[in-house]
């Protein structure tokens, strides 16, 4: 049976010694209603939910699957219960605004509840997520009328959301979408049109379930610049509030997946249902920007949670698993062989593991925290600097995260040996679970696409450059320690190959813009490692000098990352000089 | 419906143009009776089973699953059809001897035909694979009575193998097993105990199984120094060749796994079963390894065979879809939108993972190759220095080639976006099927230790000095063409890399032992960087100077190589520096 201990005292660290974030807090007029005390309780609140209440559930989840039966979707046993529980307990408004009865948490913790939710129940998770990331795109742009109707509904969990872009025909490529809007009398639009990959978008969990949908107009422009976004309720909602007539929307099928099976993954049918504009004509995609780059901060999460989860059994299968004997002579002697922690190659898989861990719930809480300043913050410049940063960011910690995620479940599926590939140990699952977190929200290589491009050449790299000085400001508040000197160094030369890559990539798309494309992948990386990098040194200088062995093995951690995982950079980077000539000097046909 | 068509072309340049197979078998007495044609008549042969009665019911395998009842397996609607069909074609004994009913082919043919099984369905082929490897083992050390009872039954198909090697406290630690053997008066031994993860240990394809059981001796002495190898029949086998009485050796449970769900993994209860001696009393391992050996390939080919089906997959996915435009211009203007073909990123995915299978194919023939003049040649100092060859490249096989077989299903999944997550289009269940092959017959870790170990440390580098000589000798041939020069340069560069950080490993295993276990994954990937450079020199070489574009388009995938994937060498060298200590020097409660 597959375990989890929510690792509170390291996200205590990271939150309190490494971001300093009670002052963060307290300081921000907007944000001093939060306090460490309040947020270490709410963080034990919700280990307890997902470690009792979750975790039990993801296996027979997994087992049981979704079933669909003539529109009508069944989650697995135990998810309605626990639903009931989540709602009841005020968690899908956990970071959501006080006045439609959310309770205002910062965004640094709630990547913290989500880390856990993972962890133990991605396909649950899943299902309130949406309703969370709706919530925000509505906020923003769906005026008070609808959100006041809705949004109360939604954080209490009687009704849930939806995200409904892909169709057949356009994953990636919104632009050339063919669901219809239909301009009414009323002011309202009718919606028609299929839409398939919809997470959640039909479940017996609540009552009700609003759409949010993209569709075309009429007269609309030819590609991205003609989508417009509807609110679709699956029943109209009456004045009152009540629940009126069924609207016709329906789930057409669900598909039958490699992972994440609680979740239900659905075809959904328009057929002339009855939807609300949401935001201006022709200006949907900013508004679903909103939910798609909260949901893919979370999918990043999904990657974090898993990763700690298979490091967490992995370490307890090595610590009981006796094979073999160390190589420098036998270290328990009265068992016929040693524990596996013996092999610096399974210290190696674990520590790999957990250096990503903890460089990325850092990354992710650093992420949160900018965040944090572009909603709370009192100073335009701090908010729009915020602002640019999360832009930056947001592709690296949605591809980074889960590409690690996956890596380091493989990874510890394979220090169980023969059981990691039997389905009881639970492993196997998280690398099924976990795969799809690199392909949804836009495929990991479409966010490497959108760093290299949109927020790396489209604007010379000015917020690389924004970053990289940030990082070298950091670095210089190293310099003085010598058991930091290992880090600083690292980090400085990490710093200036990025630089250096960024402006090689910028000048040859100016040349060939298909250089973006070639190098974006491998960039990624490198940013990436960077980033861990950046993090393991805000890690490394908050553990210094102080004694108990949790701060000197951050170090040790760390110094494990510099020599171990931080080489892959330079790789990464004279990949990239490979040039698009390397990938388009084929002929098209070299592919049939 | 996933697709697959043998790469004939492909198979024959690497045996033709590049080994020049069939002036070695001609010019070999042991193996004259192979020639070219004969071969190419073998392997389209071989392309029509595989493509037209496997790959049809892999996936039907892979839902439908085997069942377990009352000691009863019954594998997937199809499979016994299938069976039949492939055991009257000769398969099974293709690389066997002529006097137990093979037909006497060479491993350089036999890697080829087991690529195709692999590519449509590794389930199915596990059964005969397992068969072969116990023939083979039997062949070296069971003795004249014992071979001529029961190896033409196995090359028939009616009776099948197995190798009972794990239990369940004892998986790599083969020296800790449990399972006795008591001598009896006539000979013949009675076995107890229980081994797990058996490959077909039970199934309904073969009216008799022949189990090959690693036990120990009453007074065997401790480890693995006191290890036999027993046969152990289901039903016992008349002086007449007929099956008499049941054996009491059963399969208990079959395990619920990732993938390769076709294939029966049990549990096997011997309970006082009757065996009979292979090879000598305590020797058992070094015969069993006979048999690992052969699988320890075979699981390398199967990553390989999985690769090249995640490769026409995903390239048939591409050619078709169409999502956004080319950033150098519309490409596709009588569409809505060009072939994702025409995105840099999309290539290089593709690419990656044909550069692999190409490299990986040759390395594959190259290795069967050794193993061909180790059997066949009349000299016993080519044997000798093909024997050596093969035991450095086994593991390498093993690994590099399951490593790279996962990471190719995973991009090829990618390609696909969330089509890759449905069940429906098969790249979901590649990845679930290739996952195990990095895991049995030793794990990854196990096999790059055993390479930095045994193979390289342990005769201080002798092997890998002699495979260097052999690789530089060969570069120096590709001098005077320009065409080769970045070939040339990037494999000098590669050798002398990897003979720099043999010698520094060595050295510093002197010191300390943990080196060589903390040094062997990442020495395993350079390992393997090096080997497909060295095989992509080949393939340039072969294809130099000829004007078709299936030869010119060698030299851009070779180049492909150069520039994107071997700058990792550099990188995981790097990672190796970071010695021991970088994982020893912590506590073992570290990982509590």
Redesign the interface.
């Known amino acids: 049976m597959p375990l989890y201990k929510a690792p509170l005292r390291d996200m205590r660290f990271v939150l309190d010694e490494v971001f300093n974030a009670n002052e963060f807090w307290q300081s921000n007029p907007a944000m001093s209603h939060v306090d460490l005390d309040t947020v270490s309780a709410i963080l034990e609140e919700m280990a307890k939910f997902s470690e009792n209440v979750l975790l039990p559930i993801n296996r027979s989840g997994d087992e049981e699957g979704c079933t669909f039966n003539n529109g009508v979707v069944t989650t697995p046993k135990g998810f309605k219960e626990a639903f009931k529980q989540y709602a009841e307990g005020g968690w899908i408004g956990l970071g959501a605004d006080e006045e439609f009865g959310g309770q205002a948490m910062p965004k640094m913790v709630t990547v913290l509840t989500d880390e856990m939710l993972f962890a133990t129940n991605p396909s649950f998770t899943l299902y309130p997520l949406l309703t969370i990331g709706a919530g925000m795109a509505m906020k923003e742009h769906a005026g008070e009328e609808l959100n006041n109707r809705y949004l109360p509904k939604m954080y209490s969990g009687e009704w849930a959301g939806t995200m409904c872009l892909?169709e057949p025909?356009?994953?990636?490529?919104l632009g050339?979408i063919r669901t219809k809007a239909e301009p009414q009398a009323d002011g309202s639009y009718l919606i028609s049109g299929t839409k398939?990959?919809i997470t959640g978008g039909e479940h017996d969990l609540c009552e009700n379930h609003v759409h949010l949908v993209l569709a075309k107009l009429p007269d609309a422009p030819a590609g991205s610049r003609g989508i417009s976004l509807f609110l679709v309720p699956k029943f109209l909602v009456n004045e009152d509030g009540s629940l009126g007539a069924r609207n016709p929307v329906a789930a057409g099928s669900i598909?039958?997946?490699?992972?994440i099976k609680g979740s239900a993954t659905c075809v959904m049918n328009f057929d002339a249902a009855k939807g609300y504009l949401v935001g201006k004509v022709n200006e949907g995609l900013a508004a679903m920007f909103v939910m798609m780059n909260y949901e893919r901060l979370s999918m990043g999460i999904q990657g974090l949670g898993a990763s700690e989860a298979a490091y967490q059994n992995a370490?307890a299968y090595?610590?009981d698993r006796?094979?073999?004997r160390?190589?420098?002579g036998v270290k328990m002697p009265e068992k016929?062989?040693d524990?596996i922690?013996v092999?610096?190659?399974?210290?190696?898989?674990?520590?790999k593991i957990r250096a990503n861990n903890e460089a990325g719930r850092a990354f992710a809480i650093y992420a949160a925290q900018q965040l944090d300043l572009n909603k709370y913050s009192e100073d335009p410049a701090v908010r729009k600097a915020a602002a640019d940063r999360v832009a930056l960011l947001t592709p690296v910690v949605k591809a980074y995260l889960t590409d690690k995620g996956?890596e380091n479940c493989?990874e510890g599926?394979?220090v169980l040996?023969?059981h990691?590939?039997?389905?009881?140990w639970g492993l196997?699952q998280w690398?099924?679970d976990t795969?799809?977190s690199?392909?949804?929200e836009g495929?990991?290589?479409v966010q490497?696409?959108d760093l290299m491009g949109r927020k790396v050449a489209k604007n010379d790299g000015v917020f690389v450059a924004s970053y990289l000085a940030e990082i070298r400001a950091f670095n210089a508040t190293l310099a003085g320690d010598a058991s930091l000197d290992f880090m600083r160094v690292a980090l400085a030369q990490a710093a200036d190959e990025i630089e250096a890559a960024t402006k090689w990539v910028v000048e040859q798309a100016r040349i060939?813009?298909?250089e973006?494309?070639?190098a974006?992948?491998d960039y990624m990386h490198a940013f990436g490692l960077l980033s861990f990098a950046y993090m393991w040194a805000k890690l490394a200088k908050a553990a210094a000098g102080k004694n108990e062995?949790f701060y000197s093995?951050k170090l040790?951690l760390a110094?494990?990352f510099v020599?171990?995982?931080l080489?892959?950079?330079?790789?990464r980077l004279?990949?990239i000089?490979?040039g698009?000539d390397?990938?388009?000097?084929?002929?098209?046909d070299?592919?049939?």
Chains 1, 2 share one sequence.
């Open positions: 892909t025909h356009s994953g990636t490529d050339i398939i990959f598909e039958h997946k490699m992972g370490a090595a610590r006796l094979q073999g160390s190589a420098t016929n062989a524990s922690l092999h610096p190659d399974v210290r190696r898989m674990l520590l996956l493989i599926q394979q040996g023969g990691g590939f039997i389905r009881e196997e690398v099924r795969r799809i690199q392909i949804y495929t990991n290589g490497a696409h060939n813009p298909d973006i494309n070639a974006a992948v062995a093995d040790k110094k494990f020599t171990r995982q080489p892959e950079l330079t790789s004279a990949s000089k490979a698009a390397s990938v388009m000097q084929f002929d098209m070299y592919f049939a």
